[in-house]
């Protein structure tokens, strides 16, 4: 293939390892992410566009060769992700420690509804509802991006109890806030009944409405340290900043209603996964949901995505939403009925190439 200055979104319909290598004159160093979701082996003859029933030892090549040649085409600070099931989990790890790469994290995602109809055919085991997430760095200064989600609307519940207190004139000098009880002020300024049958679940609604002014206090050594009176700006030693309410730390609502990531992703549904994108694809189609929080955490607006697995397009199509470039590509003929027509649908110029 004679390949041009990167400039254009593409897919390309093709086997994806001489392509990756022919790639490698004009798109060597390009990608922040490569995002892989290979056939994963299943053993089932049923898959038309590709060989999902491989010797052990044949998928491990294959999986071998395609990330040699996709290595180069990484920025040196980019961040490759394999999602894989657990049939090949361990043949992916062997492969990663052979290409002596450093693996950041090891991601489980929840991507099966427990009353799903395949967990009418679980037997005898337990169903299967995980999947993993192998995120690698390409060279030693590969990160990944601080995202935060929201807490879990239970938990959120249960954290807003203590929040019992409000800053009634918050652009006031700090020094100068006045504090009430949260009952009294939602009742007097914020409409609130609490003689309502649902009272409760609406005063913890409008908590969380007016969570920048909700507070509560808890210990901090270096307040107690140095205790005072009344509410006043801490800076520590590290240039921190606190706001001290007479020997405690002050705390705001509106910081805790989200929380970090971390490497247990339960929160990805999988339900309706079949009308996504407008598209129908039955190859394992992966959330979009998921796909964002991928993107985000490896790149930032403009960069080059890669997925040389596109089945059903989901990386192109919210790589595109996100402000993302991208090069994805895939040999069945879905690259043309179902990626063709999802990308087709958004606002979003790319070239379609046939190697
Ligand atoms: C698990 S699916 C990917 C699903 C995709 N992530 C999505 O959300 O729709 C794997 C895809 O890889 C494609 N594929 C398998 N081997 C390939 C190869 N050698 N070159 C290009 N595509 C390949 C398959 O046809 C299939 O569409």
């Known amino acids: ?13 093709g086997d994806n390892l001489p392509v990756l290598l022919s790639m490698q004159s004009k798109y060597s160093q390009l990608f922040s992410l490569a995002y892989l979701d290979p056939p994963y082996n299943t053993g089932s003859r049923k898959a038309d566009a590709y060989d ?63 009353s799903g109809v395949k967990m009418t055919h679980a037997r005898a085991r337990l169903p299967k509802l995980k999947e993993h997430l192998l995120i690698v760095g390409v060279g030693p200064s590969s990160k990944l991006r601080n995202v935060r989600v929201p807490k879990d609307p239970e ?11 409000v800053v009634i004139n918050p652009s006031a000098p700090l020094e100068q806030w006045r504090l009430e009880p949260v009952r009294r002020v939602a009742a007097r300024d914020w409409g609130w009944d ?19 002014q909700l507070v509560y206090r808890t210990n901090n050594a270096l307040i107690a340290a140095s205790p005072g009176q009344g509410i006043r700006p801490i800076i520590s030693p590290e240039g921190v ?12 609502l509106s910081d805790h209603l989200d929380e970090p ?59 595109t939403q996100l402000g993302r470039r991208f090069v994805t590509i895939e040999q069945g ?4 009925t179902v990626v063709r027509k999802r990308l087709d649908t958004l606002d979003t110029a790319y070239r379609f190439l046939v190697p």
């Not at 649902?198 to 920048?212: G, M, N, P, S």
């Open 52 to 114: 999902d029933a491989m010797p052990s030892l044949k998928w491990r090549e294959f999986l071998n060769e395609r990330l040699a040649a996709i290595w180069p085409l990484m920025t040196q600070d980019g961040v490759v992700m394999i999602q894989i099931d657990d049939r090949e989990l361990g043949t992916v790890l062997e492969v990663l420690a052979h290409h002596k790469r450093r693996l950041i994290n090891h991601v489980v995602v929840k991507m099966s509804e427990l």
């Open 241 to 252: 900043d606190y706001v001290a309410w007479d020997d405690k730390q002050m705390l705001f």
């Open 194 to 212: 609490a003689q309502a049958s649902d009272a409760q679940v609406e005063l913890v609604a409008l908590k969380i409405k007016h969570a920048k």
């Open 261 to 319: 990531l971390g490497d247990l992703w339960t929160d990805v549904s999988t339900i309706n996964l079949n009308k996504e994108g407008g598209v129908r694809f039955r190859h394992s189609k992966k959330p979009e949901k998921l796909m964002r929080r991928c993107i985000k955490l490896a790149t930032e607006p403009g960069d080059w995505v890669l997925d040389p697995f596109a089945g059903s397009g989901t990386t192109a199509a919210v790589a």
């Open 333 to 336: 003929e879905h690259a043309r």
């Open 1 to 13: 293939m004679n390949w041009s200055d990167p400039s254009d979104n593409l897919l390309v319909h």
């Open 155 to 165: 938990k959120l519940r249960s954290y807003c109890r203590y929040y019992s207190q």
